[in-house]
Antibody, heavy 118, light 112 residues
Framework: EVQLVESGGGLVQPGRSLKLSCAASGFTFSNYYMAWVRQAPKKGLEWVATISTSGSRTYYPDSVKGRFTISRDNAKSSLYLQMNSLKSEDTATYYC???????????WGQGVMVTVSS | DVVLTQTPPTLSATIGQSVSISCRSSQSLLDSDGDTYLNWLLQRPGQSPQLLIYSVSNLESGVPNRFSGSGSETDFTLKISGVEAEDLGVYYCMQATHAPWTFGGGTKLELK
């Protein structure tokens, strides 16, 4: 059974950093693109980052480019999101998702809440 | 960025009724590789999103065949042939043809 379990969320002050983790199991992690998608409270979905199978290629929207870094450790079947210079508008539930060639997300984690507030 | 406009924003249905949701794109979603990367997801209350359909009309494994997708270029439709109680929630279309990937604003399916 495919499982994606996020961790690392919490309350953080504006301008500070936070690192999210996603532990994957039930599939060969190194064979899949992975992604982060977020959802602000009572709002819709926003794609945040995607990483290729080897980690050599990463993709971001302008809203987080230069502040967020997606990475992976295939030996540990783990995905990460390093978030720097956090803003109040980054407050959201962050979902880890498995990507099929990066074009669609077929499995999602339960999500982890990040609140950016002073 | 590609803007996806979903209509209606809210849909009220009775059990057994067939309904459709529209997703219109600000640009053609036909990729240079010949595929069209328009997907549909359902987010039930309090749950994570779930993939229903990928590349316009391909049913994800385990998804009931009362769900179907159609369309091309800029106009796409998700149809539910006979709504069941478990289908309630918010439906999102998502495009992965043009970076950055974007989502529609959502359509909330409620019981009438």
């Amino acid at each position: 059974e495919v499982q994606l379990v996020e961790s690392g969320g919490g309350l953080v002050q504006p301008g500070r950093s936070l690192k999210l983790s996603c532990a994957a199991s039930g599939f060969t992690f190194s064979n899949y693109y992975m992604a982060w998608v977020r959802q602000a409270p009572k709002k819709g979905l926003e794609w945040v980052a995607t990483i290729s199978t080897s980690g050599s290629r990463t993709y971001y929207p302008d809203s987080v480019k230069g502040r967020f870094t997606i990475s992976r450790d295939n030996a540990k079947s783990s995905l990460y999101l390093q978030m720097n210079s956090l803003k109040s508008e980054d407050t959201a539930t962050y979902y880890c998702a498995r990507g099929q060639f990066g074009r669609y997300f077929d499995y999602w984690g339960q999500g982890v809440m990040v609140t950016v507030s002073s | 960025d590609v803007v996806l406009t979903q209509t209606p924003p809210t849909l009220s249905a009775t059990i057994g009724q067939s309904v459709s949701i529209s997703c219109r794109s600000s640009q053609s979603l036909l990729d240079s590789d010949g595929d069209t990367y328009l997907n549909w997801l359902l987010q039930r209350p309090g749950q994570s999103p779930q993939l229903l359909i990928y590349s316009v009309s391909n049913l994800e494994s385990g998804v009931p065949n009362r769900f179907s997708g159609s369309g091309s270029e800029t106009d796409f439709t998700l149809k539910i042939s006979g709504v069941e109680a478990e289908d309630l929630g918010v439906y999102y279309c998502m495009q992965a043809t043009h970076a950055p990937w974007t989502f529609g604003g959502g359509t909330k399916l409620e019981l009438k």
